[in-house]
Each structure stands twice: as structure tokens, then as C-alpha cells.
């Protein structure tokens, strides 16, 4: 009997010293390696920089108030990873990313790890699969003179890390591989390889596979119930959203036409039925073309049974 409460209180013990030290030591840091890299700044680049930042970085930099993108809390990330704040990226040296080089937002967006080694959780997506060209614009785009990246002195918040989001940046993410072959665009006359680049870009497969714990972000098909819906979204008041089906399933969007479709992304209309609701936002930016690409990919993959239970709330 003895013996066993000496074995208990020393694995409590040894618990207790490694959660103390988990919380002690915040989320993990690591070595920074810099490419030379120059933003090529080219107004081809800033323009569909400015498109992509819209469509893929403002949802969660944009404090909606003043339309800027000084940061602003992320209502619809899980309570239980703590208090999380987006942060200012206008030119602002001192609050925004004005002193960072383009090598270091090169790092951080494709890796996920600040020019200080600190890492950022999956909250801020990560650019893993892009084509060199694109996240070349993006970065030329924050580094250009356009009115919503100018320099703006906000402060903005530190976020509040839970103790899960600091033991599961211990154990279980890890910052994502920055590539070491080039990553060409994707052919623009194919349409089905143009909407299957979108697709995975835009972050369409992130949120309308089966569930963040299991997507694969280097290899997005591989992610589990690829397309077919089902997780768990927070809209803006922490209430559960489920995403869509978008397979050629009769569950999903078997019997879509391609206009329903391109209404539905680029508006959040679909006639006679409920309009789209947060974090689905109307993808406006978005071309026609490039709304009927993601959809003739969308009807290319494996179809999933999968009735999604579309909760709606008062
Ligand atoms: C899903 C939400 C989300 C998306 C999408 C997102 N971010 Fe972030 N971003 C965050 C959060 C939250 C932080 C703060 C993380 C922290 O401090 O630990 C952050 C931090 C940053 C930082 C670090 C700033 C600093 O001063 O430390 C940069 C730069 C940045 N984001 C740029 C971008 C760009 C460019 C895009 C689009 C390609 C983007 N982010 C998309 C949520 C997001
Ligand atoms: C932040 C998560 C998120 C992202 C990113 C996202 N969606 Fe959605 N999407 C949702 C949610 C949640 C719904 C369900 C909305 C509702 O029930 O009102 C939805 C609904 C839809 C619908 C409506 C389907 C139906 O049956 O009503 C379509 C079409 C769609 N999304 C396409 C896309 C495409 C294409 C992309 C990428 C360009 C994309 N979504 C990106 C979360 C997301």
C-alpha cells in the first residue's frame, strides 16, 4: 500500500512539474532559416495581392468597425484555446509588420513561425500548398502603398493562450515545412486544375472537410471526409456551424447547377432558402470564371454520403 502511494504521488508529482512547465514555457519557439527573398512588387503582384489578402487574410486581421486591418478578437475561435487576437498588419513599425523584411513574412506565412521563433497555433491559417507567385503577391501587397495597409498606430491585444493551446502546441502541431522546390501556378486554361487550386488555397477544403484535428495541410486531399462536410464551424456568437457538403452527393451538391453554385460563393444567395451564414462570407472577389472552376473541381471528387444537420438558431 505504501509503495503504491509512492508511485502515485511521484507520477503526480512529475505531472504537476510538467504541466507547471508547460504553462511556464508558453507555446514553443524555433530556429528561424531566411531565404533571400525580395517582394517583387510588380502592380501585377499588388493587384492580386490585394484580392487574395481580401479574400484570405481580412476574415480574421479586419477590425470590422473602422474596415482596417489592425487585428481584432477572434470571436469565432474555440473559447477553450484561450482569448485569441488577430494583430495589426498595416506599415506601423512599431504595432503593424513596417520593420519586418519580406524574408521574414515569407517565413512566417508559409511556416507559421514568427521572426522570433515564436510559432503560431493552426488558428492563423498557413499558406502551405500556394504557388510561389501568389504568396509573392500577398507579401508585395502588405509592402505597397494602398490605402488599407498604410500605417496604422493601433496597438491591438496580446492574446490570452489557454493552457490546452500551450500543451497541444507542445505535442501535438508543429510549424509546417517551408517548401524546397518551387511551386509553380496552376495551369489557368484547365479549368478543373485552376478550381482545384482555388479550392485548396482559398481554404474552401480546411473548413468543408470533416474536421480541423484531421486535415492534412501539405497533402489536402488526404484530409478525412475530403469535401464532405460536417465540422464544426463558430459563427461570430460562438454557435456551431456546420459546413456544407460539397460533393457530387445528393447529400452535397449533387443536384446544384453551376449558377446556383457561383450565386451561392460569390453572394451567399441561394433563391427561395436561407442566405449563407458566418464564417461562410460571400466570396465578392472572386471572378465568375474562377466560382465555376471551383465548381466543375468540386463535381471531379469522390462523392461523400454525408446529410449535414443545418442547425439554424433564433
Ligand atoms: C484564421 C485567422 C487568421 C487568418 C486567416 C490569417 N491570420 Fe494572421 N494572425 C492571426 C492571429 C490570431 C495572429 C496572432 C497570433 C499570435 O500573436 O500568436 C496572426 C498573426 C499574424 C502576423 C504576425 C504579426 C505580429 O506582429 O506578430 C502576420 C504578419 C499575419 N498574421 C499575417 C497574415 C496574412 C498576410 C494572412 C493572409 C495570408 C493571415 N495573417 C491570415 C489569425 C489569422
Ligand atoms: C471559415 C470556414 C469556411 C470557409 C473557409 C469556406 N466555407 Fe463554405 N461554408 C462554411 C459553412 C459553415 C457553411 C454553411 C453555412 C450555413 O449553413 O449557412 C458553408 C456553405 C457553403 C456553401 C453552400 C452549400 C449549401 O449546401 O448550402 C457553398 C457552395 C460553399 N460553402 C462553398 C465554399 C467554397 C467554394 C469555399 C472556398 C472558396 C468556401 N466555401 C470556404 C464554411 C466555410
Not at 508547460?22 to 531565404?35: A, D, F, H, M, R
Not at 456568437?237 to 449558377?259: F, M, S
Not at 436561407?274 to 470564371?289: C, K
Request: glycine share 8%; net charge negative; aromatic share 10%.
Amino acid at each position: 500500500m505504501k509503495k503504491l502511494f509512492l508511485a502515485l504521488s511521484i507520477v503526480l508529482l512529475l505531472l504537476a512539474g510538467f504541466a507547471g512547465y508547460i504553462n511556464y514555457q508558453g507555446i514553443p519557439s524555433y530556429e528561424v532559416k531566411l531565404t533571400d527573398y525580395h517582394a517583387s512588387m510588380t502592380p501585377e503582384a499588388i493587384e492580386r495581392g490585394k484580392k487574395l489578402t481580401l479574400m484570405l487574410c481580412a476574415g480574421c486581421h479586419m477590425d470590422r468597425p473602422t474596415g482596417k486591418l489592425i487585428g481584432t478578437q477572434m470571436l469565432d475561435a474555440p473559447p477553450e484555446f484561450g482569448k485569441i487576437y488577430s494583430r495589426n498588419i498595416t506599415q506601423d513599425k512599431e504595432h503593424g509588420i513596417g520593420d519586418w523584411t519580406d524574408a521574414e513574412l515569407l517565413y512566417l506565412l508559409r511556416t507559421g513561425v514568427k521572426r522570433d521563433g515564436q510559432y503560431i497555433p493552426p488558428y492563423m491559417a498557413k499558406l502551405t500548398v500556394m504557388a510561389d507567385q501568389d504568396v509573392d503577391a500577398i507579401i508585395s501587397f502588405l509592402r505597397s502603398d494602398d490605402l488599407l495597409v498604410a500605417a496604422d498606430p493601433s496597438p491591438g491585444h496580446d492574446s490570452e493562450v489557454a493552457f490546452l493551446t500551450k500543451l497541444l502546441s507542445h505535442l501535438a502541431w508543429k510549424p509546417m515545412p517551408m517548401p524546397t522546390q518551387e511551386i509553380p501556378m496552376p495551369d489557368s486554361t484547365n479549368e478543373v486544375q485552376l478550381g482545384k487550386y482555388l479550392a485548396q488555397n482559398l481554404e474552401c477544403f480546411s473548413c468543408h472537410s470533416a474536421d480541423f484535428k484531421t486535415n492534412n495541410y501539405l497533402n489536402p486531399e488526404k484530409s478525412d471526409g475530403y469535401f464532405g462536410g460536417g465540422n464544426a464551424t463558430l459563427n461570430q456568437k460562438g454557435q456551431v456551424i456546420r459546413t456544407a457538403n460539397l460533393t457530387p452527393h445528393e447529400t452535397g451538391l449533387g443536384d446544384w447547377t453551376q449558377e446556383k453554385f457561383v450565386k451561392a460563393l460569390r453572394f451567399g444567395l441561394k433563391p427561395g432558402e436561407h442566405a449563407l451564414r458566418p464564417p461562410m462570407y460571400p466570396y465578392t472577389h472572386l471572378t465568375d470564371g474562377e466560382a465555376a472552376a471551383i465548381f466543375k473541381y468540386l463535381q471531379t471528387i469522390d462523392p461523400i454520403d454525408n446529410k449535414v444537420d443545418r442547425v439554424f438558431y433564433d
